[in-house]
């Protein structure tokens, strides 16, 4: 994790302000989803990212009634069919 030299304090309601420069190295938008991780005593920030409700996979994964599913899972619960 490399630091990026920069300090913010947090406000009354708990918030911070991720500078401008931060923000659009990564193209992260208004209204973009973050996901908060605790790693030790680490916070970390990350763009949200939907993982398959069954396997934790990133990849392939497609929204289905509200939930997330990836590929191989989807393959495999069709073979249950047969």
Same mark, same amino acid.
């Given at each position: 994790?490399?630091?990026?030299? %920069?300090?913010?304090? =947090?406000?009354?309601?708990?918030? *911070?302000?991720?500078?401008?420069?931060? +923000?659009?190295?990564?193209?992260? @938008?208004?209204?973009?989803? %973050?996901?908060?991780? =605790?790693?030790?005593?680490?916070? *970390?920030?990350?763009?949200?990212?939907? +993982?398959?409700?069954?396997?934790? @996979?990133?990849?392939?994964?497609?929204?289905?009634?509200?939930?997330?599913?990836?590929?191989?899972?989807?393959?495999?619960?069709?073979?249950?069919?047969?």
């Amino acid at each position: 994790m490399k630091p990026a030299g %920069v300090v913010r304090k =947090v406000d009354q309601l708990g918030r *911070i302000v991720l500078p401008k420069s931060l +923000r659009k190295r990564y193209s992260m @938008n208004e209204g973009d989803p %973050v996901e908060i991780l =605790v790693q030790g005593d680490h916070i *970390i920030l990350e763009r949200y990212r939907p +993982r398959c409700v069954f396997c934790g @996979n990133m990849e392939e994964v497609r929204e289905f009634k509200d939930r997330y599913l990836c590929a191989e899972c989807v393959t495999e619960m069709s073979q249950l069919r047969r």
